[in-house]
């Protein structure tokens, strides 16, 4: 058989008529007449070996941040299950001989010829997985990228290496993997959640009497610059990092009386901000500047614009907020100490009761009664708080992020925790059970049946309960077997349910508490309450959905 001659192996049910069109294409491919693409193609393809062209990509949209980061991270899964499918799986099963060498057009036929099965094409799979995946949360960039990945894709046939059927089928299977990710992991909607009522908040114009704390620790250097100059009668004041939030916060409203509060950072300091405007009696307007943006992102004020327009014309909207007390007193005014019998007073051996004698003080004996004299004891959180092998994770996400970044540290944290963790024992409202991970939401989280990614709803006065079972037989492996079919919504596993509130005791020792990504206190006893609309937060009202 001549070298010149160009050879199909058969795929496996490929109809005469299939084989003889992805012949007559790979001919009409090797026909065309030398051009400046040629060197274009080639050094597309050899970028593409091994995903190094995707993983640039990949680097440089997680720079950008926002929905470009979380494409990022969708396309690099995909692209790692489109690889191993199409490589590990279907080349094996699916062998089939390479084009034959030409002695034509040596420039652009100088790709060596891989040893491995023709089919399908391993570079098309990988191309078609990261742009689907990055289309899929940022339809933008993936159009932007849909060219390279076609150019790569095309490459391989251009420079002799696949034929047009092994290209179209990595194509296929790279675009299906892309999309099978939304099983796991669900598409985060644009619309904003459904907030509660108007609440009372001035009109600032300029940013007349607002006061915005600045994490310098979050968002870029010159964010603070970028608030004070759409804000210029603002004053914007930078915390100290090595000093505790709530407590700058606290002597900052004291200082400065404003009429409103705004902060700059990511959740955990919008956490501390929207404890201390509940406190004080001040609406909130949030300016989001952290890596992931949860609260600013669920309650539509991504845009540093939309936050100044509502603040400049006295826009506002209630919103509800988590509370959970830990071994002390609880939301009834009945007595929670820990099992270690700890006086629940301030350190200056102060009353902190308010009107009504019940305990108002928070973890760190300041007194937290707003000017209504309302229950303001126990954490707040915006988003969420869990215990059991989440905080854990975070322990150990903070550990190892110094060595390999945030992303990583906490993938492999939380694989770690979840392979080694004993099951926590527990009584929810009373019921004794077993559970691997507990996560209680502020509001209504969707979807129902997979790991939670936004919320349609804060508005609802009700907390989003979930929790793996660590009670039934096999549980682990149950659970994993779950996790890896997308199939936790119909496992006895996972338990959803909403309650606007929720006990929890501990019945093995003291456990951490984590809410809004920190881990912020241990204990045995945990009382978790939604507040409805306790926090005014500044927003249009033309954003309502």
Wanted: charged share 20%; with cysteine.
């Amino acid at each position: 058989m001549s070298r010149n001659e160009i050879t199909v192996v058969p795929v496996i049910f490929a109809p005469a008529p299939l084989t003889r069109l992805d012949r007559s294409l790979f001919a009409g491919s090797a026909a065309l007449r030398p051009s400046p693409a040629d060197p274009v193609l080639r050094g597309l393809s050899r970028a593409a070996d091994h995903g190094r062209l995707w993983m640039g990509c990949a680097a440089a949209c997680a720079a950008i941040g926002g929905r470009p980061r979380r494409g990022a991270v969708r396309g690099m899964l995909a692209l790692a299950g489109a690889s191993a499918l199409a490589n590990g799986v279907l080349k094996p099963l699916l062998p089939r001989r390479r084009p034959p060498a030409r002695q034509d057009g040596p420039l652009r036929r100088s790709l060596p010829t891989p040893r491995s099965s023709s089919f399908p094409s391993g570079h098309s799979a990988s191309a078609a997985a990261f742009t689907t995946g990055m289309a899929l949360e940022s339809p933008v960039t993936g159009a932007l990228l849909a060219p390279v990945a076609a150019a790569v894709a095309y490459s391989r046939v251009h420079t002799g290496v696949h034929w047009p059927a092994d290209v179209v089928t990595g194509v296929a299977v790279g675009a299906a993997v892309a999309l099978a990710t939304r099983r796991w992991w669900a598409v985060r909607p644009d619309e904003p959640a459904r907030l509660g009522p108007p609440g009372p908040a001035p009109a600032l114009p300029q940013g007349r009497d607002l006061l915005v704390l600045v994490n310098p620790g979050a968002g870029r250097d010159d964010d603070a610059g970028v608030i004070a100059a759409a804000l210029p009668q603002a004053r914007v004041v930078t915390l100290d990092p090595d000093e505790e939030f709530t407590a700058q916060l606290d002597r900052f409203v004291a200082e400065h009386t404003p009429a409103a509060l705004g902060v700059h950072g990511g959740d955990g300091t919008v956490r501390a901000a929207a404890s201390a405007a509940v406190a004080h009696g001040l609406p909130l307007a949030v300016f989001p500047g952290g890596t992931l943006n949860h609260f600013a992102r669920d309650a539509g004020l991504l845009d540093l614009e939309q936050t100044v327009r509502a603040v400049e014309r006295g826009q506002a909207l209630r919103v509800d907020l988590g509370r959970v007390w830990v071994d002390g007193t609880g939301p009834d005014g009945a007595e929670r100490s820990g099992p270690d019998g700890a006086d629940r007073s301030g350190p200056d051996g102060a009353d902190r009761s308010g009107p009504d004698g019940a305990d108002r003080s928070g973890p760190d004996g300041a007194d937290r009664s707003g000017p209504d004299g309302a229950d303001r004891g126990g954490h707040v959180f915006v988003n969420t708080a869990s215990v059991g092998g989440y905080p854990d994770s975070v322990r150990l996400r903070e550990r190892w992020e110094p060595r390999i970044g945030k992303w990583p540290a906490a993938a492999a944290a939380l694989a770690a925790v979840l392979a080694t963790a004993s099951p926590l024992r527990v009584s929810l409202d009373g019921v004794p059970t077993a559970v691997w991970l507990l996560f209680v939401g502020s509001g209504r989280y969707a979807p129902d049946d997979r790991v939670p990614m936004s919320r349609p709803r804060i508005d609802t006065g009700t907390l989003d309960v979930r929790y793996l079972r660590a009670d039934l037989h096999w549980s682990r492996t149950r659970l994993l077997a779950a996790a890896v079919t997308g199939s936790l919504a119909g496992s006895p596993i996972h338990v959803r349910r909403e309650a606007p509130a929720l006990s929890v005791r501990v019945r093995s020792g003291r456990v951490a508490l984590a809410t809004d990504g920190e881990v912020l206190a241990e204990g045995a006893l945990f009382e978790f309450r939604s507040v409805p609309g306790e926090l005014t937060l500044y927003r249009p009202l033309d954003q309502e959905p």
